[in-house]
C-alpha cells in the first residue's frame, strides 16, 4: 500500500522536513541583471533582483505555457517578464501584467510559487519552502566570518554525490591521511584524542594532542610547527565547519555550506578564513592549489561511492568507532527530515586513534 506523500514534498524526494531550512544558492556576486536558473531538492527555480537590487525567487515556470522564467527579463519596474507571452511577475510570485489582456488580473490566475530569499556574507540564501514563511532565521544557521587580519576566500563546487556522504566527507578525518597522504596529514601518524559532542542540532569533535600535521598544507600555514586544536562541526541540514588554531597565531577556519540540487548533485560554497604568522596573502597561491588538489580528490572519490552504491541498489555502511561524525550526521539529517522532534539529549563520547 502506498501512502500519500506529506504536502510540500518535492517530486521524487523525501525530504520534507529539509524543506523548512535556508540553503545557499549561489554567490551573491554572480546575479546580476540576468535571472539565474538553479535547481533545489530537484525543483528549477529562477532566482532575480527586482528593481531595489533584492535578490528574488520563483519556481522556474511560467503558469501559462510552462515556459522556464529564467528565459525571460527583468523589466524596469522590477517584475519578471516571461520570454514566450510577456507575461510578468512580482518577486512574491504574483503575476502582474498580462500584454494585450484588458482589465484587473484574478489572484487565481497566474500566481508562481516564491521561495523568501535573503543575502548574507556574499552569498543568495534561499529557504526551501514554497510560499511559506521562514521557521528559523538565516542568522542562526550562518556562522559570522571571523574579523580582523585574515584572508578570505569563497569558493563554489559542484559534487556528484547526496548531502550525506558529501557533508560525511568534509568532516572525515581518517581519510585526510590516506586519500590525501602528504597534502595535510603525513606519512607518520600521531594518536589523537577525539570528543565528539552531539547537541540538537549540530554534533561538535574536538580533537587534542595533536602535534601539528606534517603535510603540505599544514606546513605552509605554520611553518614553525605548534600544538593544534582542531575543531569539526555540522550543523543542520547543510553546514560542515573545520576549524585549526595552529599556535597562538595561526587559524584556519572552513565553513562549507552545501545545497542539494537534486537526489544525486550536491553544491558546495566553501568559505575560507585564514590568519597566519607569514604574510597570508603570499602563501595563498600555494595554499589554494593544494586545497583544490584535496577537493578533486574527494570529489572523485564522492563520484565513485555514488556510482558504485547506484550500481549496487544502494548503500550498505559498515561504521566503526573512528566514522565520529557520519552515524551523526545521519541521524540529525533523519531526524529533521522526518519532522521527529529534535532529541535535546547533550551527549559525549571520547575516541583515541591514530591518524
Ligand atoms: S508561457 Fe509565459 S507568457 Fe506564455
Ligand atoms: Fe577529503
Redesign the pocket.
Known amino acids: 500500500m502506498t501512502s500519500s506523500p506529506p504536502e510540500n514534498e518535492l517530486p521524487g524526494m523525501a525530504h520534507a522536513g529539509l524543506l523548512e531550512y535556508w540553503y545557499a544558492v549561489c554567490r551573491s556576486a554572480a546575479l546580476r541583471r540576468k535571472p539565474k536558473a538553479l535547481m533545489l531538492f530537484g525543483t528549477p527555480i529562477v532566482v532575480f533582483r527586482n528593481q531595489a537590487g533584492l535578490a528574488m525567487t520563483l519556481a522556474d515556470r511560467?503558469?501559462?505555457?510552462?515556459?522556464p522564467?529564467s528565459a525571460?527579463t527583468v523589466r524596469k519596474n522590477g517584475n519578471l517578464q516571461?520570454?514566450?507571452?510577456?507575461?510578468e511577475f512580482c518577486g512574491n510570485g504574483t503575476c502582474a501584467h498580462?500584454p494585450g489582456r484588458l482589465g484587473t488580473i484574478p489572484a487565481k490566475w497566474g500566481h508562481v510559487v516564491h521561495y523568501v530569499t535573503e543575502e548574507r556574507h556574499g552569498l543568495v540564501w534561499v529557504y526551501a519552502s514554497a510560499d511559506a514563511e521562514p521557521a528559523r532565521s538565516l542568522a542562526s544557521l550562518v556562522t559570522e566570518p571571523p574579523e580582523g587580519r585574515y584572508v578570505h576566500v569563497l569558493r563554489e563546487l559542484q559534487v556528484e554525490a547526496p548531502l550525506l556522504p558529501t557533508l560525511e566527507n568534509a568532516l572525515d578525518v581518517p581519510h585526510t591521511a590516506f586519500l590525501h597522504r602528504g597534502l595535510f596529514r603525513g606519512a607518520q601518524p600521531h594518536r589523537i584524542t577525539a570528543t565528539v559532542t552531539r547537541y540538537p542540532d549540530r554534533v561538535v569533535t574536538e580533537y587534542t594532542g595533536e602535534p601539528r600535521p606534517t603535510g603540505l598544507i599544514a606546513k605552509l600555514l605554520s611553518p614553525s610547527g605548534g600544538l593544534v586544536e582542531h575543531s569539526d562541526r555540522f550543523i543542520l541540514p547543510s553546514v560542515a565547519e573545520v576549524e585549526y588554531k595552529i599556535g597562538t597565531e595561526n587559524h584556519f577556519l572552513v565553513t562549507a555550506y552545501c545545497t542539494p540540487v537534486d537526489e544525486q548533485r550536491t553544491q558546495m560554497f566553501a568559505r575560507v578564513a585564514y590568519r597566519t604568522r607569514a604574510l597570508g596573502w603570499l602563501i595563498r597561491p600555494l595554499l589554494e592549489a593544494a586545497a583544490m588538489r584535496i577537493f578533486r580528490q574527494d570529489a572523485a572519490m564522492l563520484k565513485l561511492q555514488s556510482d558504485n552504491q547506484h550500481q549496487f541498489g544502494g548503500e550498505h555502511y559498515l561504521n566503526t568507532e573512528l566514522d565520529l561524525m557520519g552515524p551523526h550526521i545521519r541521524r540529525l539529517l533523519k531526524e529533521a527530515e522526518t519532522h521527529l522532534e529534535l532529541s535535546a539529549v547533550v551527549a559525549a563520547r571520547k575516541v583515541e586513534f591514530d591518524a
Do not use: D, T
Request: proline share 7%.
Open positions: 511560467c503558469p501559462h505555457r510552462n515556459a522564467l525571460g516571461c520570454a514566450y507571452h510577456g507575461w498580462i
